[in-house]
T-cell receptor, first 112, second 115 residues
Framework: SQQGEEDPQALSIQEGENATMNCSYK?????LQWYRQNSGRGLVHLIL?????REKHSGRLRVTLDTSKKSSSLLITASRAADTASYFC????????????FGGGTRVLVKP | DARVTQTPRHKVTEMGQEVTMRCQPI?????VFWYRQTMMQGLELLAY????????DSGMPKDRFSAEMPDATLATLKIQPSEPRDSAVYFC?????????????FGPGTRLTVL
Protein backbone atom coordinates (compact mmCIF):
# COMPACT_ATOMS: atom_id res chain seq x y z
CA SER A 1 0.00 0.00 0.00
CA GLN A 2 1.14 3.54 -0.66
CA GLN A 3 2.65 5.64 2.08
CA GLY A 4 0.89 8.76 0.80
CA GLU A 5 -2.69 8.78 -0.42
CA GLU A 6 -4.17 11.88 -2.03
CA ASP A 7 -7.78 12.91 -1.82
CA PRO A 8 -9.69 13.65 -3.98
CA GLN A 9 -8.40 11.69 -6.95
CA ALA A 10 -9.72 14.37 -9.29
CA LEU A 11 -10.87 17.96 -8.94
CA SER A 12 -12.48 20.32 -11.45
CA ILE A 13 -12.77 24.04 -10.69
CA GLN A 14 -13.21 27.37 -12.45
CA GLU A 15 -10.34 29.75 -12.93
CA GLY A 16 -10.04 32.03 -9.93
CA GLU A 17 -11.36 29.49 -7.44
CA ASN A 18 -9.24 27.80 -4.80
CA ALA A 19 -8.21 24.17 -5.06
CA THR A 20 -7.61 22.05 -1.98
CA MET A 21 -6.23 18.54 -1.94
CA ASN A 22 -5.23 16.31 0.93
CA CYS A 23 -2.59 13.70 1.58
CA SER A 24 -2.68 11.04 4.28
CA TYR A 25 0.23 8.84 5.25
CA LYS A 26 0.86 5.96 7.59
CA UNK A 27 4.27 6.13 9.23
CA UNK A 28 6.49 8.67 11.00
CA UNK A 29 8.14 11.12 8.63
CA UNK A 30 10.91 13.69 8.63
CA UNK A 31 9.44 15.78 5.84
CA LEU A 32 6.65 15.86 3.31
CA GLN A 33 7.01 17.21 -0.21
CA TRP A 34 4.49 18.23 -2.86
CA TYR A 35 5.17 17.87 -6.57
CA ARG A 36 3.29 18.86 -9.72
CA GLN A 37 3.21 16.91 -12.98
CA ASN A 38 1.94 18.41 -16.19
CA SER A 39 0.66 15.97 -18.78
CA GLY A 40 3.51 14.15 -20.49
CA ARG A 41 6.18 15.74 -18.32
CA GLY A 42 8.32 14.89 -15.33
CA LEU A 43 7.46 15.94 -11.80
CA VAL A 44 8.37 19.38 -10.54
CA HIS A 45 9.03 20.09 -6.88
CA LEU A 46 6.67 22.64 -5.32
CA ILE A 47 7.30 22.77 -1.61
CA LEU A 48 8.82 20.85 1.30
CA UNK A 49 7.44 21.01 4.80
CA UNK A 50 9.34 19.62 7.75
CA UNK A 51 7.73 17.50 10.44
CA UNK A 52 8.14 20.29 13.01
CA UNK A 53 6.36 22.83 10.78
CA ARG A 54 2.60 23.27 10.68
CA GLU A 55 2.17 25.59 7.71
CA LYS A 56 4.23 26.87 4.82
CA HIS A 57 3.56 29.29 1.99
CA SER A 58 5.07 29.70 -1.44
CA GLY A 59 3.40 32.20 -3.75
CA ARG A 60 -0.18 31.01 -4.27
CA LEU A 61 0.52 27.71 -2.53
CA ARG A 62 -0.24 26.99 1.09
CA VAL A 63 0.70 23.67 2.67
CA THR A 64 -0.32 22.46 6.10
CA LEU A 65 0.93 19.47 8.02
CA ASP A 66 -0.76 17.74 10.93
CA THR A 67 1.55 15.01 12.20
CA SER A 68 -0.96 13.89 14.85
CA LYS A 69 -3.44 13.06 12.08
CA LYS A 70 -0.72 12.05 9.64
CA SER A 71 -2.12 14.33 6.98
CA SER A 72 -1.19 17.30 4.84
CA SER A 73 -3.12 19.63 2.61
CA LEU A 74 -2.15 21.69 -0.41
CA LEU A 75 -4.16 24.79 -1.21
CA ILE A 76 -3.79 26.62 -4.50
CA THR A 77 -5.40 30.05 -4.31
CA ALA A 78 -6.79 32.03 -7.24
CA SER A 79 -6.24 29.12 -9.61
CA ARG A 80 -5.25 29.60 -13.23
CA ALA A 81 -5.67 27.39 -16.28
CA ALA A 82 -1.90 26.79 -16.11
CA ASP A 83 -2.39 25.08 -12.73
CA THR A 84 -4.07 22.18 -14.54
CA ALA A 85 -1.87 19.22 -13.61
CA SER A 86 -1.57 16.25 -11.28
CA TYR A 87 -0.33 16.95 -7.78
CA PHE A 88 1.54 14.39 -5.71
CA CYS A 89 2.59 14.27 -2.11
CA UNK A 90 5.80 12.43 -1.26
CA UNK A 91 6.75 11.24 2.18
CA UNK A 92 9.92 9.78 3.56
CA UNK A 93 9.42 6.69 5.65
CA UNK A 94 11.92 6.67 8.50
CA UNK A 95 11.59 2.90 8.68
CA UNK A 96 12.42 2.46 5.00
CA UNK A 97 15.71 4.31 4.71
CA UNK A 98 14.07 7.70 4.29
CA UNK A 99 13.50 7.21 0.59
CA UNK A 100 10.55 9.07 -0.87
CA UNK A 101 7.24 7.33 -1.53
CA PHE A 102 4.76 9.10 -3.79
CA GLY A 103 1.00 8.98 -3.49
CA GLY A 104 -1.39 8.32 -6.35
CA GLY A 105 -1.92 12.00 -7.06
CA THR A 106 -4.83 14.40 -7.47
CA ARG A 107 -5.72 15.43 -11.02
CA VAL A 108 -6.72 19.08 -11.06
CA LEU A 109 -8.54 20.65 -14.00
CA VAL A 110 -8.88 24.42 -13.97
CA LYS A 111 -11.44 25.58 -16.50
CA PRO A 112 -10.97 29.03 -18.05
CA ASP B 1 19.72 25.94 -17.38
CA ALA B 2 20.55 22.74 -15.54
CA ARG B 3 18.17 19.87 -16.07
CA VAL B 4 18.03 16.10 -16.06
CA THR B 5 18.06 14.63 -19.54
CA GLN B 6 16.81 11.21 -20.58
CA THR B 7 17.14 9.26 -23.79
CA PRO B 8 15.29 7.96 -25.66
CA ARG B 9 12.07 9.88 -25.02
CA HIS B 10 10.00 7.14 -26.63
CA LYS B 11 10.78 3.50 -27.27
CA VAL B 12 8.63 0.83 -28.90
CA THR B 13 10.04 -2.67 -28.87
CA GLU B 14 8.97 -6.25 -29.10
CA MET B 15 8.75 -8.66 -26.22
CA GLY B 16 12.07 -10.33 -25.52
CA GLN B 17 14.21 -7.46 -26.77
CA GLU B 18 16.74 -5.62 -24.63
CA VAL B 19 15.94 -2.03 -23.70
CA THR B 20 18.45 0.48 -22.39
CA MET B 21 17.40 3.85 -21.01
CA ARG B 22 19.91 6.56 -20.23
CA CYS B 23 19.92 9.49 -17.89
CA GLN B 24 22.25 12.41 -17.42
CA PRO B 25 21.77 13.86 -13.93
CA ILE B 26 22.32 17.51 -13.11
CA UNK B 27 26.01 18.24 -12.73
CA UNK B 28 26.99 18.21 -9.08
CA UNK B 29 24.08 16.12 -7.89
CA UNK B 30 25.13 13.03 -5.96
CA UNK B 31 21.88 11.06 -5.81
CA VAL B 32 20.13 9.50 -8.79
CA PHE B 33 16.75 7.78 -8.80
CA TRP B 34 14.87 5.60 -11.27
CA TYR B 35 11.07 5.58 -11.08
CA ARG B 36 8.41 3.82 -13.10
CA GLN B 37 4.96 5.34 -13.58
CA THR B 38 1.86 3.46 -14.68
CA MET B 39 -1.83 4.19 -14.35
CA MET B 40 -2.36 1.15 -12.16
CA GLN B 41 0.64 1.37 -9.83
CA GLY B 42 1.37 5.08 -9.88
CA LEU B 43 4.95 6.20 -9.33
CA GLU B 44 7.23 3.46 -8.02
CA LEU B 45 10.85 3.78 -6.97
CA LEU B 46 12.96 1.18 -8.75
CA ALA B 47 16.46 2.07 -7.59
CA TYR B 48 18.58 4.85 -6.27
CA UNK B 49 22.26 5.69 -6.15
CA UNK B 50 24.36 7.93 -3.97
CA UNK B 51 27.81 8.92 -5.18
CA UNK B 52 27.36 6.31 -7.97
CA UNK B 53 26.91 3.45 -5.49
CA UNK B 54 23.57 1.61 -5.51
CA UNK B 55 21.82 2.16 -2.19
CA UNK B 56 18.48 0.53 -2.79
CA ASP B 57 17.16 -1.48 -5.70
CA SER B 58 14.50 -3.38 -3.78
CA GLY B 59 11.78 -2.02 -6.06
CA MET B 60 13.34 -3.53 -9.15
CA PRO B 61 12.65 -7.00 -10.57
CA LYS B 62 16.16 -8.40 -10.29
CA ASP B 63 15.81 -11.12 -12.87
CA ARG B 64 15.37 -8.74 -15.80
CA PHE B 65 16.21 -5.21 -14.64
CA SER B 66 19.61 -3.75 -13.92
CA ALA B 67 20.70 -0.23 -13.05
CA GLU B 68 24.20 1.18 -13.19
CA MET B 69 26.15 4.43 -13.03
CA PRO B 70 29.25 3.99 -15.18
CA ASP B 71 30.29 7.53 -14.27
CA ALA B 72 28.89 10.57 -12.52
CA THR B 73 27.30 11.90 -15.70
CA LEU B 74 25.48 8.76 -16.81
CA ALA B 75 22.93 6.42 -15.25
CA THR B 76 21.48 3.49 -17.15
CA LEU B 77 18.46 1.27 -16.66
CA LYS B 78 18.39 -1.93 -18.66
CA ILE B 79 15.61 -4.44 -19.16
CA GLN B 80 16.50 -7.81 -20.63
CA PRO B 81 14.33 -9.48 -21.76
CA SER B 82 11.49 -6.96 -21.94
CA GLU B 83 7.87 -7.98 -21.39
CA PRO B 84 4.57 -6.22 -22.20
CA ARG B 85 4.00 -5.54 -18.47
CA ASP B 86 7.13 -3.36 -18.52
CA SER B 87 5.27 -0.80 -20.62
CA ALA B 88 5.35 2.41 -18.58
CA VAL B 89 7.00 5.80 -18.35
CA TYR B 90 10.41 5.59 -16.71
CA PHE B 91 11.68 8.68 -14.95
CA CYS B 92 15.15 9.50 -13.78
CA UNK B 93 15.59 12.11 -11.05
CA UNK B 94 18.63 13.57 -9.38
CA UNK B 95 19.27 15.45 -6.18
CA UNK B 96 21.89 16.44 -3.68
CA UNK B 97 22.31 15.51 -0.07
CA UNK B 98 19.95 13.57 2.15
CA UNK B 99 17.08 12.20 0.12
CA UNK B 100 14.24 13.19 2.37
CA UNK B 101 15.50 16.71 3.08
CA UNK B 102 16.01 17.83 -0.46
CA UNK B 103 13.95 18.12 -3.62
CA UNK B 104 14.40 15.79 -6.53
CA UNK B 105 14.71 17.07 -10.09
CA PHE B 106 12.95 14.88 -12.61
CA GLY B 107 13.81 14.27 -16.23
CA PRO B 108 11.14 14.24 -18.96
CA GLY B 109 10.84 10.45 -18.88
CA THR B 110 11.14 7.60 -21.37
CA ARG B 111 7.82 6.22 -22.56
CA LEU B 112 8.36 2.50 -23.15
CA THR B 113 5.93 0.32 -25.05
CA VAL B 114 6.63 -3.40 -25.23
CA LEU B 115 4.50 -5.21 -27.81
Amino acid sequence: SQQGEEDPQALSIQEGENATMNCSYKTSINNLQWYRQNSGRGLVHLILIRSNEREKHSGRLRVTLDTSKKSSSLLITASRAADTASYFCATDDRAAGNKLTFGGGTRVLVKP
Amino acid sequence: DARVTQTPRHKVTEMGQEVTMRCQPILGHNTVFWYRQTMMQGLELLAYFRNRAPLDDSGMPKDRFSAEMPDATLATLKIQPSEPRDSAVYFCASGFGTVSYNEQFFGPGTRLTVL
